[in-house]
């Protein structure tokens, strides 16, 4: 280009008829040279960005969006139709869609011109009726030509329920011990007071069975094991065990009275709790009558202001986040889920970080670099690509069947033929995930240790210092960043996956965490739930994918959250480890 | 004094050092070394002396930083190293089975060519012999930093921060806080690969007035591209070229009257 130009003022300063000649030279020259500006690649480097980063926040907003609305109130419309039905429900969504002949035959004319002026096509609206027991289904649709009008009256209730799924409609009355309440009495103080106690009831029948009547079975059942475990021991003829058999039945008696003692009194609050009941109204007129323990919820969605609904939205956050799923995981909450993936995901970090480093140590620092570290190093990266299924496959094979299963024979050989270990569960889930991001943790530990300066290394060995202190002292702090960079990627990958885990312990509907009262307080071997198979099963397995849907959502928002969280906190812990080595870089 | 003499029939290396009567305290003999195939040292045969500065010069690639790193056996790093002949140190040779490492690599302070500082606190980095060693008593440790910062004419600069990494230093400051680490563990040699060549000029006159002073108390050893550097410090010059030690002998000779024509050429600047 350069080249041209003084070529072109030189003949310009020769001749001066030329001058004009020589421009358009220089000009033709530069405009076609497209390519060697480079625009168009630019514009494509940019465009692929660009369309990249379209993608992710597209998709970010959507799960944004959709989860953070899920729990906000929504109204609550009174719809009468056309043929003189009402229906009661929270419009959801709405379509256009094409209705069939024998729907058109039945219509008047103004509406069969509107829907011919739309070359067929109408409008509709899913309404979100509740009410799972009354009608057996939880949404309806009705079309915009069916629907006279459309009311929001304030004092139709939105009414969330143990059981069954919402109710939408009215409440008729209270019945509390045989007093009913209804009509102008029934105000709003009373009907809280009520549901107050009624709600105290439930959580104490819960907390009898539960923590007490689980604490009697739990020392029935070790007591059990000890007697079996001494016959197996000694065998069921010997004087210890007949002592030991002896002492056991006095113990296991009064744990059996004091079993009872513990039903007895569940059952007299729950005698207690069946008399206080509320009956409640559809819209259509059906009346239906639950105790009052079974309702979560009052909600008057028409009748709420801006703080109220703020406070209804915070509290179902909390009860999605502390409580555990019911009907099915469509509601309640996740905590469950939530606990059990942050447990697997800590676990999982804390068996592939030592593992993985260890062996890119061993790859980098001692191996010595020829054909065959090539070839561990290649099979290494192809791991990464293997379906995740077939290491669950793997972790259920290896982990919970050969090493479960002798595990079992050694320690637990009383509780045959009940697995303990010898089936799926968190710490084989968590070795399963571990097996399966261990690739990622060695290439990254690899490239970092890669990354240290050998001038490093050299001046450590030249002060006299073994390999192994080198490694201590200057290689691996400097290389820590990098390697912990390495595990943020193996826990976003671990804590995102599902299939595996299928196979090696998650279950819908875990009984109970992998972490309670009873020693050792942490069982590692118990199937524990995942917010990722949660998604799956909320998704598709429950009764209802239209209310699911929503908690679809939700969850995927908490599941996004949550490794986001894990990611964050190994950040700023990278980011405190790197500023030590930052300094002084001129 | 001088001392010449001739290795053996074949060796052409002109040799005529100054000793100082205490003798030779590293000695190599017929010592050849290849990278896998190609070979970078040829039939190299040298005495040490004791307490003196000997300097390798030479055109680059002549095998100078090789010998030097074949001294404390740093060339076992590398991938398909082969050695012939022998290294003696005190007597003992170095390439033997039964050396140890460690052991010789403490005796021997090196220096790179680019400041190494590890990334941590000045005072950390002087103690990691020591720390390596297995030492870890406070009054010693505070001890060896003050006397080796001191030997390296650091200590005036940074006594009032110890703690500071020493990455904040400046190169100069570096080069002299890697010499202090060199020294910490008081080892017999100091090995230098062209401690200067990554250091502006004032820089290098500090570390050249050092190496002056700490010239009789260790054995130095310096690899040096720049031949009047060679000149200003050492006592004894090393030539070498394309493998093989052309010339060996008393520095102010090498310079002004070489007995080697590669070795005239050299210095004076024909080629190089």
Known sequence: ?586 | MEAARKIDENDHTVYHIKTTGRGPLIETEHFCLWYGSSQALFDVSMDIELGLVTALIGPSGCGKSTLLRSLNRMNDLIDGLRTRGAVRFDGHDIYDRDTDVIGLRKRMGMVFQKPNPFPMSISENVTYPLKVDGIHDKTVLAETVERALQGAALWEEVKDRLKDNALGLSGGQQQRLCIARAIAADPDVLLMDEPCSALDPIATARIEELINELRGRYTIIIVTHNMQQAARVSDNTAFMYLGRLIEYGETTRIFTTPRSAKTEDYVTGRFG
């Open chain 1, 1 to 586: 280009m350069y080249k041209s130009i003084t070529f072109a003022l030189t003949r310009t300063a020769t001749a001066a008829d030329q001058t004009a000649e020589a421009v358009k030279y220089i000009r033709r020259k530069g405009r076609s040279d497209l390519s060697a500006r480079g625009e168009p690649f630019l514009w494509g480097l940019g465009g692929a960005l660009a369309f990249g980063m379209l993608m992710i926040f597209g998709f970010l907003a959507l799960i944004v969006w959709n989860g953070l609305v899920t729990f906000y109130p929504k109204p609550v419309q009174v719809v009468t139709l056309s043929d003189g039905t009402l229906l009661a429900g929270e419009p959801s969504r709405s379509e256009v869609y094409k209705p069939g002949p024998q729907v058109l035959e039945h219509l008047d004319e103004p509406a069969r011109q509107a829907i011919a002026a739309e070359h067929g096509y109408a409008r509709r609206t899913l309404f979100r009726t509740g009410n799972f027991d009354l009608y057996n289904e939880d949404f309806r649709w009705a079309s915009d030509f069916s629907i006279v009008s459309v009311a929001e009256p304030a004092d139709v209730y939105f009414i969330e329920r143990i059981e069954w799924g919402p109710f939408v409609g009215f409440i008729r009355s209270l019945n509390l011990k045989g007093e009913t309440v209804s009509g102008a009495a029934l105000t709003r103080q009373i009907l809280e007071e009520a549901h107050r106690r009624a709600v105290q009831r439930r959580e104490l029948i819960r907390e009898i069975e539960r923590e007490e009547i689980g604490a009697v079975n739990h020392r029935l059942n070790s007591e059990r094991l000890k007697l079996k475990r001494i016959a197996l021991k000694q065998g069921e003829n010997s004087d210890t065990y007949r002592q030991a058999a002896a002492e056991s039945l006095a113990l296991q008696e009064t744990l059996q009275g004091r079993y009872h003692d513990l039903a007895r009194d569940a059952q007299a609050v729950k005698a207690e709790d069946a008399q206080y009941t509320v009956t409640l109204a559809e819209i259509g007129g059906r009346g239906k009558t639950i105790p009052l323990s079974q309702v979560v919820r009052f909600t008057l969605p028409n009748d709420m202001s801006f703080f109220e609904k703020i406070r209804l939205y915070l509290s179902r956050w909390l009860e999605f986040l502390t409580d555990e799923p019911r009907e099915a995981n469509a509601e309640g909450g996740v905590m469950p889920a939530l606990f059990g993936t942050f447990v697997m995901t800590v676990l999982m970090a804390l068996a592939v970080a030592p593992f993985g480093v260890m062996a890119a140590l061993y790859l980098r620092e001692y191996a010595k670099q020829g054909k065959l570290v090539s070839v561990v190093r290649i099979c290494v990266n192809n791991l990464a690509g293997v379906p995740s299924i077939v290491y669950g496959v793997f972790g259920l094979g290896f982990f919970a069947y050969i090493c479960g299963g002798t595990i079992d024979r050694l320690f637990f050989p009383e509780r045959l033929p009940n697995p303990v270990f010898g089936t799926g569960g968190l710490l084989w889930a968590s070795l399963t995930l571990a097996l399966l991001t261990v690739p990622v943790v060695i290439v990254a530990t690899e490239e970092a240790l890669a990354a240290v300066p050998q001038s490093m290394r050299e001046g450590s060995l030249a002060c006299g210092a073994s390999r192994w202190q080198t490694i201590k002292y200057i290689v691996l702090p400097r290389a820590l960043p990098g390697i912990m960079t390495g595990l943020i990627l193996a826990m976003a990958r671990g804590a995102g996956e599902v299939a595996p885990l299928m196979l090696v312990g998650v279950v819908k509907l875990a009984p109970e965490l992998p972490l309670d009262g009873f020693f050792p307080y942490i069982h590692l071997e118990r199937s524990f739930m995942h917010l990722g198979f949660h998604i799956f099963d909320v998704g598709f397995q429950s009764r209802n994918s239209e209310a699911g849907k929503p908690m679809v959502f939700v969850t995927t928002l908490l599941l996004i959250s949550l490794v986001a969280f894990l990611n964050a906190t190994a950040i700023v812990i990278r980011n405190r480890l790197k500023r030590r080595f930052l300094i002084g870089h001129f």
